[in-house]
């Protein structure tokens, strides 16, 4: 039962939480972006249809690769794309190197603002970890993510409750502010497009789902998952509203003035380690790539040092994107990935991969 849990639930929960949740996201920066400056109804509008969105592609995704036993994103692009696969391939590479560029900025800048830590302190150990977890192999890096959200969700159980307690009448309060639903709508869309184009570099988590309850259960519980914390912020946002929303770190701005230090301490020891699992999870999703190549053609992937050494050389090539600063690459990237996904992506996954999902399972049954 426990290791049905983990294999079906908790695995595929915490690769695409932890993936999505370091940088901008667990600084709430994201969350003020995307769903909180459409007022608080309109917050809440925004979370909903990203939590839609994730679970419906992640389901698609995730009984895709099943069928058809593509768990890298060559092979799954393929069956989507043709040989337009390539097209998918330039735009994850140069997607991946932004989200790193803004997983050096973010670790540099929260272990500064914190601990008092030259911000190239941030980046050299978050080199180093991501360079040892993938060295580590898929087992080890989705072991790593296991435990980096079970401490994270203990950590926004106690927020929630705090926040909760002694704020509950800002909370109330702040729904006095007007919400805007059409953008609420368009940034949930724009935001939910844009993140769920990274599902095919992840799909290494759904090797063991068996039967399409199990990418159902899979997809539906980690679209859920992956979302939670943007609740929990978006309500502790509202106890400071709208004056919360011209933060740079928005959570850490608001765990500093309604928790004792050492939570805050805590609350950044974990955001350290879960900017450093994005950066983990998308490299494995192209080592998956890479070694799936290699094996073709020369019968062996590249090996533990391999893939340190490649993950070392990618966040480094990142590395100077991390100075053009946080916001700027938040609003950058959104601005033309959600675009790009959609039609590389998401259409192709609703109008290839629904008919494929169909015909192989009709082939199956018969």
Known sequence: ????????????????????????????????????????????????????????????????????????YRGFCKLLLGRGWVIYELFITLAVIVALAICASSSGEVLNSRFGFPTLFGGFLLLLLVAALNYGGRDIVERSMVVSVLALAALLIVLLAIVLATRSDAIASAFEFESSLSGAVRDGFKYSITNVGFIPLLLFCGTQLKSRRETLIAGTFAGVAAIMPAIVFHLTFLADYPNVLGQTLPTYVMIEALTPALFLDAYVLVLFVLIVQTGVGMLQGAIERIDS????????????????????????????????????????????????????????LLLVGIPRIVRESRASSS
Not at 23 to 36: Q, Y
């Open 1 to 72: 039962m426990f290791a049905n849990l983990v294999r079906v639930i908790l695995v595929p929960s915490a690769v695409f939480l932890s993936v999505l949740f370091g940088g901008s996201f667990g600084s709430g920066r994201e969350v003020v972006e995307f769903m909180s400056d459409n007022g608080p109804a309109g917050g809440f509008i925004s979370i909903a249809i990203i939590a839609a969105v994730y679970s419906t592609c992640l389901f698609l995704s995730f009984e895709l690769s099943r069928l058809y036993k593509a768990y890298e």
């Open 293 to 348: 190549w290699r094996k073709e053609s020369t019968g062996a992937g590249l090996g533990k040092l391999g893939h340190a050494g490649f993950a070392s050389a990618a966040v480094l090539a990142s590395a100077a994107l991390s100075s053009i600063g946080l916001v700027n690459l938040i609003a950058q990237g959104y601005n033309y990935l959600s675009i790009i996904f959609a039609l590389i992506f998401v259409l192709p």
